[in-house]
């Protein structure tokens, strides 16, 4: 084979490794992060951006070495321990890595974060084992049949397949990344900030009784006058069962804490009325 020829695969295998790890990314966090933007939280990218860059480097060398030595053995253990450490990772940001940079970005949040060990943790990772690091490794076994038909043919629809089939196994593992955990947070955060809309499209208006207990119109009682300021909410504590979530908001300086169990809100509670000790997240 000649250098040139050599050259264009190993650039063929580190885009193909981009592409495992910006999509595992995108739909592991990304499509969290734009779905906690939407619902007023605050560093909705927390998990995101570290965990794009991550996999891009990672998955860029991944696919780089596996083509460069081409050996099958070496390919699968390769793309197992990056989809060992995609399952770590998946893991690590939401439990260990979010609170640790929170209270970096805002250290006076320092004493009301509270993120436990998991129960059952161990469980989960297991699971994680099966929906994520074993489509990983079908991406793996793939990556140099797919390079070599690219570099053997002229036709540009082979490179959009080339992307597609490994966008689409790393999207799928991405996505069971993204239920194995983030769901536990969003739905929670998702359900306080549909209370808020609700109560701030309904304000004056009579409700059914009804309508009124199945939506928890209770929780936020007293808080008419600053249901309709901007709000910011963070996530800032939970149980080790992820039953409990205890979210902080920010109504523009004044501050709720609201507590959530499997994903109803039961209370919200004004805490602060000026940011004295707490320092906005603007």
Known sequence: MSVPFNLRRQRLGIIYGLIAGVAYSLAAWGFDGIALAKLHVAYSWIKFLPGLVFCSLIGSLVGWVSIRISKGLVTIALWIVFGLMLVWLTFWLPYKFSPFLLKVLKPSLIDWIDYPIVANVNQFRIVGIIVIALPVVVCGLMENNLVDVVLMSSHKGTLLSFVL???????????????????????????????????????????DKLLFRQKRMKTVEGLEDILPRSRRLTLIAFDEHLAQMDILVNFEGVWVKCTTIYSQPIMCKQILKSPVIIISFR
């Open 165 to 207: 089939v490994c966008g689409l196994i790393m999207g799928l593992a991405g996505f069971a990344g993204d239920d194995l955990t983030n769901k536990h947070f969003r739905e929670p955060i998702q359900a306080l900030d549909d209370l808020f809309q609700f109560a701030i499209d309904n304000q004056g208006k009579e409700l």
